[in-house]
C-alpha cells in the first residue's frame, strides 16, 4: 500500500512561483517513478513532470524552463518547484506514484492541490 499526501498550492499573481511538495510512504514507493499531473475543470488530467528513482526527469513542454521536479529519497518526497506562473497553469495539481511490473502498472494518486495563477 501506498500513501501521497500533497501541500503547497496556493493564489498566485501571473509570473509568481509555487512550490509543490508530495510525502509519499508506503512500501516500494522508494523504487517507484514520481510524477505531477494537473487537471483543469472540463480538461483532461495530464502529465506534467515525472522524475525516476534515480534522478532523470521528464517535463511537458509548456512548462520547460519554468518548473523543476526533484525528490529527496531518503525523505521519501518529492516536489515541484513552479516558476513564472501564467493563468493557464492554474489546476488541481496530483502527485501520482508509478510502480512498473512487466504485466502491467500500478498507479497511486494523491488527493490534489490546487493552483490558481491570477490576477
Known amino acids: 500500500q501506498v500513501q501521497l499526501v500533497e501541500s503547497g498550492g496556493g493564489l498566485v499573481q501571473p509570473g509568481g512561483s509555487l512550490r509543490l511538495s508530495c510525502a509519499a510512504s508506503g512500501s516500494g514507493s522508494s523504487n517507484a517513478i514520481l510524477a505531477w499531473y494537473r487537471q483543469a475543470p472540463g480538461k483532461q488530467r495530464e502529465l506534467v513532470a515525472d522524475?525516476?528513482?534515480?534522478?532523470?526527469?521528464s517535463y511537458k513542454d509548456s512548462v520547460k524552463g519554468r518548473f523543476t521536479i526533484d525528490r529527496d529519497n531518503p525523505k521519501n518526497m518529492v516536489y515541484l518547484q513552479m516558476n513564472s506562473l501564467k493563468p493557464e497553469d492554474t489546476a488541481m495539481y496530483y502527485c501520482?506514484?508509478?510502480?512498473?511490473?512487466?504485466?502491467?502498472?500500478?498507479?497511486?494518486w494523491g488527493q490534489g492541490t490546487q493552483v490558481t495563477v491570477s490576477s
Open positions: 522524475i525516476t528513482s534515480g534522478g532523470r526527469t
Open positions: 501520482n506514484l508509478r510502480l512498473v511490473y512487466a504485466n502491467g502498472d500500478q498507479l497511486y
